[in-house]
């Protein structure tokens, strides 16, 4: 389940939104150029409207943005933290057992089904901490 994500591409377990960022100017009708940070300097910072969130302003609430470690081709890698269920699926002839994976940086509804003995084989450690 270790892969490499790409900014912007939407594949398995990647996030779906990063920042807050302040948006520095209207670009037309339907996009925004955005501040954004030294880390994600070869990202273009226009996005379209359907790109963005709007920040509600809360004076107790306190934003940490840890941005991911960004390599030059703008990637980053992603690890499994933990298993928080398990199934078994049956087939005519046979069951497969599933195991829920819930990966770094993410909360449980980004989590994903993933086939156990694959899980085992690259990640036993993380079927250690549920004996």
């Avoid at 501040?35 to 300097?41: D, E, T, V």
């Avoid at 470690?69 to 269920?85: K, T, V």
Wanted: glycine share 4%; hydrophobic share 35%.
């Amino acid at each position: 389940m270790r892969g490499v994500k790409r900014f912007g591409v939407r594949e398995k377990l990647s996030p779906r939104y990063i920042g807050p960022f302040e948006v520095l100017e209207r670009v037309g009708a339907v996009a925004y150029r955005l501040a954004l940070p030294p880390k994600l300097a070869g990202v273009h910072d226009v996005f379209h409207v359907s790109n963005l969130r709007k920040y509600v302003h809360d004076s107790e609430h306190v934003m940490f943005y840890d941005p991911p470690d960004l390599q030059e081709d703008l990637s980053y890698e992603e690890f499994p933290a933990m298993i928080i269920a398990r199934e078994v699926r049956k087939l005519r002839n046979r069951e497969i057992p599933y195991v829920k994976i819930r990966s770094t940086d993410h909360d449980d509804r980004e989590a994903t089904w993933e086939l156990e003995e694959t899980m085992k084989v690259h990640y036993p450690h993380l079927f250690e901490e549920m004996c």
